[in-house]
């Protein structure tokens, strides 16, 4: 192989060498020698130089040859889908693993909310039995406290017919009493027929035509305002009327109007809905709500019967009432 060197360069770096030789070995006296050996040495070494760098050059050549061969092409594009399908499939490894980091989490997540939710719902149990207990208790009071109301309204109630009774002995204006003989027909009483209710109640003399099952049913007292509270423990008292406000009268029925009407519409469809204004203690405050069918006014009698409303504890039947102008409740 031939060797080309720059002499300048190569004298440079055999100056280098010998003053690296003089300056190492001070003891040792430079001599021809030891000057031949220097310039053998760095001529290997250039001589290796060179032979790197003709290597590295053909390899770079070809290198180059090879990059325009087709088949080469050919090749480095198989080795790169190679490449890309490894890359890909390391990708949908990550991924995949990705997902299942996420799920674990998602599963410890759900585990702990369902812990959550057990101990909420256990807390709630326990809730619900100490409410229980509490109501149980009060419901307790509730029927005792109904019991003494329900007395006294059955005074109350009792009161008028006896006061009415002393009149009617004197003055046989109305139906007389039942005369109780059975096997006789008794006439229908208007007044039962018009309202579902009589003043008299099973002491009248006239027969009520109470319906086992129909349309409409009828809540006693179920409709109650200041005034006509106030009326029913001092019903004479005609100033109390004056005092309470036609428009707080308005306002309260409005109230209790959309208050009361929903929960019948629950049940079916409400045909009338009446609300009795009528002072008198038979009619005061009844609620009569007429459905479209039979079935809709059973199922209201057999939800409300029996609730409580407004205080109250509501009181159903069923009523025949066939014609609404004729029954002298207003609203
Ligand atoms: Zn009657």
Do not use: E, N, R
């Given at each position: 192989m031939s060797l080309v060197i720059d002499n300048a360069k190569f004298h440079e770096i055999i100056q280098e060498q010998i003053a690296k030789q003089k300056h190492d070995h001070t003891e040792t006296k430079f001599n021809h020698k030891i000057y031949r050996t220097i310039i053998k040495k760095v001529k290997r070494k250039i001589r290796r130089q060179v032979v790197a760098r003709k290597r590295d050059e053909q390899i770079q050549i070809e290198e180059d040859q090879r990059s325009k061969d087709p088949l080469y092409q050919a090749g480095l594009a198989q080795q790169e889908e190679i490449q890309k399908k490894k890359e890909l499939e390391e990708e949908k490894e990550k991924k995949c693993q990705l997902w299942h980091e996420r799920e674990l989490l998602a599963k410890i997540q759900w585990e702990a909310k369902q812990k959550r939710e057990q101990a909420a719902k256990i807390q709630q149990q326990q809730q619900a039995k100490t409410v229980h207990a509490l109501s149980t208790k009060t419901s307790n009071l509730k029927i005792k406290s109904t019991r003494t109301s329900a007395s006294k309204i059955q005074i109350e109630k009792e009161k008028p017919t006896a006061v009415i009774g002393q009149q009617l002995e004197d003055q046989p204006t109305h139906n007389p009493f039942a005369?109780?003989?059975?096997g006789i027909e008794r006439p229908k009483c208007s007044f039962f027929l018009k309202t579902g209710v009589c003043k008299y109640n099973e002491r009248c003399s006239r027969f009520h035509d109470r319906p086992d099952v129909s349309n409409t049913i009828l809540l006693l007292n179920m409709y109650s305002n200041f005034e006509m509270q106030y009326g029913l423990d001092d019903e004479y008292d005609a100033d109390i009327g004056l005092e309470f406000e036609e428009s707080e009268r308005y306002q309260n029925f409005k109230e209790f109007y959309y208050d009361v009407l929903p929960e019948f519409e629950a049940f079916g469809h409400v045909v009338e809905f009446k609300v009795c204004s009528n002072f008198e203690i038979h009619l005061r405050g009844n609620v009569y709500v007429q459905f479209k069918t039979d079935d809709e006014a059973v199922r209201a009698f057999q939800r409300m019967n029996g609730r409580f409303y407004g205080g109250k504890m509501l009181q159903c039947e069923f009523v025949n009432i066939t014609n609404w102008k004729n029954s002298i409740c207003g609203m």
């Open positions: 005369s109780g003989i059975a």
